[in-house]
């Protein structure tokens, strides 16, 4: 089955959910007889089928990278960087997002039907890898028609998502783009998704994962893992500048309400979490993401993962106020990819913002990747 119709009939914005072809393998050893994938596309698909790109999204996003989503209202997560004429242009590429297996926005994940049941898998999911995500990601993109992406591209997670296309399917890629991220998950932040992981089920209506089927949800324990997570996203020096120690009030209320303007952020970081993600979803997710560590198949040596990649070429970028994948992650790759022989460009932005950087409006990185999607675009002759 083939979605992309020749060019002057292939509508620039489509939106919907995809079946697979067939099964799909997971790493824990079970198979999914039926794999639902969620997907955004933007712009046409030239003519060779050459300009495709795929973006990966991190932990809570989804395949609304340059739209609306329609159930929440909220606009698409990366506007300042996928549109006409921006780094990621819509008028030149064709642009392809997916919401992750395991997710909660239209793929098969938790929340699913079982076939097998009829009901809600719940925890009867079985525990995927980011490996599991990359491969139901490829199953997409060939069904679409597209053999080799010019791109794939992601930042945190997403870009653990394309360092395991580079492993599994370096001939299907051309160049790609990798922001904020790392080649495996490291104790501390292990640590903070297992707080969250806790929290969720905590809460009395976890009901051991069973919670649509007593539909409840429970939304306290997930607000309060989104909250701990939400701190890693951010520096000391954005939320100083952002909150400080302002008070909500004219003074202390000597008691366990927001006194504080940061204590009042997070907890609507956490109240608007809850009315759009899934919280066996999270379970599911930031498991794989602690699972990731790219070179564990390579007894731990990263440059030999990247050796069947040489001729990729790679565009890394970090943030020097990132203390959730710092500088010194994304340095690693790179020396990898230089041992491996492959082109590789890196650049530190310096920022304050911490993580999200890669989601703001920062110019150093629109440049840098406007940059180097250019020069690639150049060296394939699109």
């Excluded at 030239?46 to 932990?59: E, F, G, P, Q």
């Excluded at 079982?114 to 069904?143: C, E, H, S």
């Excluded at 989104?226 to 008691?255: C, N, V, W």
């Excluded at 599911?284 to 993962?305: C, E, K, N, P, W």
Aim: proline residues 5%; negative net charge.
């Amino acid at each position: 089955m083939s979605l992309a119709p020749a060019p002057e009939a292939n509508p620039a914005d489509v939106s919907g959910v995809l079946r697979l072809d067939a099964p799909v393998k997971l790493d824990c050893g079970r198979t999914l007889s039926e794999v639902d994938i969620a997907y955004c596309t933007h712009g046409h698909l030239n003519a060779d089928r050459s300009n495709a790109i795929l973006i990966c999204h991190a932990l809570t996003a989804d395949q609304y990278v340059a739209a609306a989503n329609p159930a929440t209202g909220r606009p698409g997560w990366w506007p300042r960087m996928v549109g006409p004429g921006k780094p990621f242009d819509t008028d030149k590429y064709f642009i392809i997002a997916t919401n992750i297996l395991g997710g909660c926005m239209g793929s098969t994940g938790p929340s699913s039907l079982d076939p097998a049941t009829g009901l809600p898998y719940g925890l009867n999911f079985p525990v995927i890898t980011l490996a599991d995500m990359a491969r139901a990601q490829a199953a997409f993109v060939k069904q679409l028609g597209v053999e080799r992406l010019f791109c794939i591209a992601g930042g945190s997670m997403g870009g653990m998502q394309a360092l395991e296309w580079v492993k599994a399917f370096p001939e299907r890629v051309f160049s790609v783009v990798l922001l904020a991220t790392a080649a495996r998950h490291s104790a501390q932040n292990i640590a903070f998704h297992e707080v969250g992981r806790q929290a969720i089920m905590a809460d009395p209506d976890w009901r051991a994962g069973a919670y649509a089927l007593a539909d409840v949800r429970p939304e306290k324990g997930l607000a309060v893992a989104r909250m701990a997570a939400h701190i890693t996203y951010l520096s000391e020096p954005a939320l100083q500048r952002k909150f400080g120690r302002e008070l909500q009030a004219d003074g202390l209320s000597f008691g366990f309400d927001a006194d504080f303007q940061v204590e009042s952020y997070l907890r609507h970081q956490g109240a608007a979490f809850v009315d759009r993600f899934d919280a066996n979803s999270y379970l599911y997710i930031t498991r794989a993401m602690d699972y990731f560590d790219l070179a564990q198949s390579h007894g731990g040596r990263l440059a030999d993962v990247f050796r069947g990649a040489s001729a990729v070429r790679f565009c890394v970028i970090s943030f020097s106020s990132d203390w959730l994948y710092p500088t010194a992650e994304s340095r690693t790759i790179v020396r990898a990819l230089n041992a491996a022989g492959a082109e590789a460009s890196f650049v530190e932005i310096d920022s304050d913002k911490g993580h999200d950087a890669f989601l703001l409006d920062e110019p150093g990185m629109i440049s840098a990747v406007r940059g180097f999607l250019s020069a690639s675009a150049r060296a394939l002759g699109l």
